[in-house]
């Protein structure tokens, strides 16, 4: 009998460590991070020394061979609509695929933030808020047809109308628009902004002709089914709740860069380890969207190759400076300044890959970039901090609450801790988005972490101090302004001058310095794994993936 | 027969109302405006107003659902917020998908467990019925969404032999089904186990051996099919199981099913896809538990005259209290 128990003990054991052994791949390859870490992690930090302080994002050089093959690119979810800007939808994974598909006027270098000719050769600025564009015109359209003017000026129409509720539609002045001959057009904006030309560069504000959505069949047809567009990929199916699947557009006007893959297929798995997983087995070559907090373990893993990059957006804790909050009060924002621990909230937030930021602006957008702090001044001083709360009248303590969606828990934990070290409670709010969204905007917090793209000096630059935006779409921010602080944004936004523009920031980050509105955290990070011998990651807007500039080793 | 077939419809009804009326209460309570929703965060409060107006949101919570109710009943499961498709044209080819994971995994799990329950109960107190017992165990206490990634891992990231996610050939079918198939072996064998070992003590069993019969002809032919009765019972039971277990794993598998399309909904706040994938799906689960009761009665005679004499004393009742 006892052999029996034995038997049935031993094939227990068995059981639990065929399962472990099962699962071992992630604790080998946590092993491996110390072991073997450093030729793999060697990849993405010579690639970290770039001019652009990207890890592994926009350094590889341009492909321009063509082949036969199929690249399986995996998202986490799939749109609701590919053309965003036709229905008034900008969901991430639509503007990744819509990018394939339709051309922009000009597109932007980003490693530098420079403008470049796209489907416009040449632009220039008739006066503050009129830009003038030539037309290529060796660009056909979905169904052949040449570009023309008509066709910019007829997607203008579908930004302003489709998308009027949106940054796509918002600020144009589409009675400002005029086609001057069948190549030149002429560009009107309904507010001063010289760097309007790089939104431009966002694909939402894609060239479709009429004749295309007209064919495709309007277009709230044309959204879903988006046979228009000059990109270098045509739409071929959706297989709904499955895949999208692209095609190589053989007459794109550019052959030198016409994309490595025949055909592009886009899945949709929520599941980060699914989606990895999918990658190391071959069935895909790239996972989008993998946690960041997961990125030194596929970094270690050998079986892939792994981008992590930042993407010109650093996150801010804002505080709520409403009246009748707490953190109105200034002494209370600078004690909580004082009181965190950046250098240990940037190893949570990029998992390691950034350090704290010490301006409003990420150094990978150098053109903007002001170090408003010192290392020393971000250094935690809990005895200062303390100091300030007993003179902001709260010696015994306080309590604040903070919102966020789940993936800021992590860092609010840290917040946490460091807060409780000077007597305040912090409570954090783990919201969904829609939660999330109503919470911010009507300012039903004290804390908040929220980042801002800041690669170019768009209409929205720092929206969360401008008055008119305060009370209305804003996520989070201080929820409160002062008149100088709108206008000099304002006139920043506005300069023409880059260098002056420059120095308009410095002086508005150091306003908000010397007040505390915010305490800038560190630079958001988005991470990628590749098959092993997968090349050519670009980013567009904000880092979201360039799915065709990649190509094989 | 038909009496009861037309009973257990009618019961239809009162789950399908609660269940709906359930689900409908909970996207009152929840909060979050579906009008800002659809429209987005940048559409003006007036804009939102007139949605709220257009979708009838400012009606009374109770006219909503009595429109919603009559809608169904129409065949309108409502229309996603997010794509601006009905909620079931939406569902309809996701079912499909859905239907195939769970049979498959039904069969599967049915299959082995039935399987391993036969040897338990021949090898009974041996070292090989405490094996299985360790082996169904072990598959019923581990996490589906565990033992999913531990078969991504063996089968497509180290044999290459099925697909990690996704199912563009019926290769991908086979990890969903194996993975909510092998939760359910435990409870197969266990009842296979059970009502063999009775079946197996039964007298007409022991006159089969006096008779002289080998075996096998005594274990498959006379003891399996008697002892098949509850394990044909709990098969009924346990596809609601794999419904349910089959909504995680089509988001881990990355399956256009009705669960991973009732998941992504719950999370977007869709509450037409959500009411209307769950309203779906208890249609579906009321309906096959309908069919597989009436199979038993078809199956187990016993019940049939359980079924008609039960009535047949309801009526004699009813007839001696008119007289």
């Known amino acids: 009998m006892k052999g029996k128990k034995l038997i049935a003990l031993l094939s227990a054991g068995l059981m639990v460590l065929s399962m472990a052994g099962c699962g071992s791949t992630a604790s080998t390859a946590s092993t491996a991070a110390s072991a073997s870490g450093s030729a793999a992690a060697s990849t993405t930090a010579s690639a970290s020394t770039t001019a652009s302080g990207a890890y592994g994002a926009n350094v590889d050089p341009e492909n321009t061979k063509k082949t036969d093959e199929t690249i399986t690119i995996g998202l986490a979810s799939e749109p609701s609509a590919i053309w965003g800007a036709a229905v008034g939808k900008t969901e991430n994974e639509g503007q990744i695929i819509q990018n394939c598909l339709m051309d922009t006027l000009v597109t932007t270098d980003r490693t530098t933030g420079e403008v470049k000719a796209n489907l416009a050769t040449a632009w220039e600025w008739?006066?503050?808020?009129?830009?003038?564009?030539?037309?290529r015109d060796d660009v056909t359209m979905n169904n052949g047809d040449k570009l023309t003017s008509a066709d910019v000026i007829y997607s203008i129409g579908v930004w302003t109308s489709a998308s009027a509720n949106t940054d796509t539609g918002r600020y144009i002045d589409a009675a400002g628009c005029t086609a001057d001959d069948d190549k030149t057009v002429t560009i009107g904006f309904n507010t001063k902004a010289p760097d309007l030309l790089s939104m431009l560069a966002w694909s939402n504000f894609g060239i479709a002709s009429e004749a295309d959505v007209t064919a495709a069949g309007g277009l709230e047809a044309a959204a879903k089914n988006p046979l228009i567009g000059s990109g270098k990929y045509k739409f071929k199916e959706w297989k709904s709740g499955q895949s999208i699947t692209l095609e190589r557009n053989d007459n794109y006007w550019n052959k030198d860069y016409a994309g490595y893959y025949k055909t592009i297929v886009f899945t949709f798995t929520n599941d980060a380890a699914a989606r990895a997983m999918a990658v190391q087995s071959g069935d895909a070559q790239i996972a989008y969207d993998m946690p960041v907090s997961q990125g030194a373990t596929y970094v270690a893993n050998t079986e892939v190759k792994t981008f992590i990059y930042s993407f010109g957006q650093n996150a801010h804790l804002w505080y709520n400076m409403k009246d009748g909050k707490t953190t109105s009060n200034q002494k209370v924002r600078e004690a909580i300044d004082k009181a965190i621990d950046f250098d240990a909230l940037a190893q949570v937030g990029t998992a390691g890959y950034g350090k704290a930021a010490l301006g409003y602006f990420t150094e990978d957008t150098t053109k903007y970039y002001n170090q408003t702090y010192t290392a020393e001044e971000r250094a935690v001083d809990v005895e200062g901090a303390k100091k300030l709360l007993e003179e902001a009248g709260y010696a015994n303590g306080l309590e604040l609450t903070c919102i966020g969606l789940q993936d800021t828990t992590p860092m609010y934990t840290v917040i946490q801790e460091n807060l409780r070290a000077i007597g305040v409670t912090l409570t954090i709010n783990t919201l969904d988005t829609p939660q999330f969204v109503q919470d911010s905007n009507s300012g039903n917090y004290d804390l908040i972490i929220v980042g801002e793209l800041t690669d170019a000096r768009y209409p929205t630059l720092m929206c969360f101090m401008r008055q008119a935006n305060i009370d209305t779409f804003v996520i989070g921010g201080p929820k409160a302004t002062t008149p100088e602080l709108d206008n000099a944004i304002g006139a920043a936004i506005e300069e023409k001058d880059e260098t002056a523009a420059k120095k308009d920031l410095g002086d508005i980050e150091k306003t908000m310095k010397d007040s505390m509105i915010e305490s800038n955290l560190y630079p958001e990070m988005h991470t990628v794994v590749g098959a092993k011998d997968i090349m050519g990651l670009k980013t567009i807007e904000r880092g979201f993936l360039d799915a065709t500039s990649f190509y094989k080793a | 027969m038909v009496k009861y077939i037309i009973k257990r419809l009618l019961l239809l009804i009162p789950i399908l109302l609660g269940v709906s009326a359930i689900i409908f209460a909970l996207k009152t309570v929840t909060p979050g405006d579906p009008a800002r929703q659809i429209l987005g965060n940048d559409a003006t409060e007036e804009q939102v107003e007139a949605k709220r107006q257009e979708l009838g949101l400012n009606d009374p919570v109770i006219v909503q659902y009595v429109r919603y109710i009559a809608g169904v009943v129409h065949g309108d499961f409502g229309t996603s917020y997010r794509t601006g498709e009905p909620v079931l044209s939406e569902i309809a080819p996701r079912l499909l998908t859905s239907a195939?994971?769970?049979?498959?995994?039904?069969?599967?799990?049915?299959?082995?467990?039935?399987?391993?329950?036969?040897?338990?109960?021949?090898?009974?107190?041996?070292?090989?019925?405490?094996?299985?017992?360790?082996?169904?165990?072990?598959?019923?206490?581990?996490?589906?969404?565990?033992?999913?990634?531990?078969?991504?891992?063996?089968?497509?990231?180290?044999?290459?032999?099925?697909?990690?996610?996704?199912?563009?050939?019926?290769?991908?079918?086979?990890?969903?089904?194996?993975?909510?198939?092998?939760?359910?072996?435990?409870?197969?064998?266990?009842?296979?186990?059970?009502?063999?070992?009775e079946v197996l003590g039964e007298d007409y069993i022991r006159t089969a051996r006096a008779k002289g019969q080998t075996e096998n002809n005594i274990t498959y032919h006379h003891a399996l099919r008697n002892a098949m009765i509850p394990v044909a019972q709990s098969v009924g039971t346990s596809l609601g199981n794999s419904i349910g277990g089959g909504m995680v794993l089509e988001t881990v598998f990355g399956v256009p099913g009705v669960g991973k399309y009732i998941v992504d909904s719950i999370t977007q706040r869709n509450y037409p896809s959500v009411l209307g994938g769950a309203l779906i799906i208890a249609i579906a689960?009321?309906?096959?538990?309908?069919?597989?009761?009436?199979?038993?009665?078809?199956?187990?005679?016993?019940?049939?005259?359980?079924?008609?004499?039960?009535?047949?004393?309801?009526?004699?009742?009813?007839?001696?209290a008119a007289a």
């Open chain 2, 285 to 320: 689960l009321t309906v096959i538990n309908l069919i597989v009761d009436i199979s038993f009665v078809m199956i187990d005679p016993r019940l049939k005259t359980t079924i008609i004499s039960g009535s047949a004393r309801k009526k004699a009742k009813k007839a001696q």
């Open chain 1, 126 to 135: 008739v006066d503050d808020t009129h830009c003038k564009f030539t037309l």
């Open chain 2, 100 to 197: 195939k994971i769970t049979l498959g995994a039904v069969a599967i799990g049915a299959f082995l467990g039935i399987l391993l329950g036969i040897l338990s109960a021949l090898k009974k107190y041996t070292w090989v019925d405490s094996v299985v017992l360790v082996i169904s165990m072990f598959f019923q206490s581990v996490p589906e969404f565990v033992v999913a990634l531990v078969l991504i891992m063996i089968f497509a990231v180290k044999l290459h032999v099925l697909p990690a996610t996704g199912i563009d050939t019926p290769l991908g079918y086979i990890m969903p089904m194996l993975c909510v198939g092998l939760s359910s072996v435990a409870g197969y064998t266990r009842i296979t186990r059970s009502s063999m070992l």
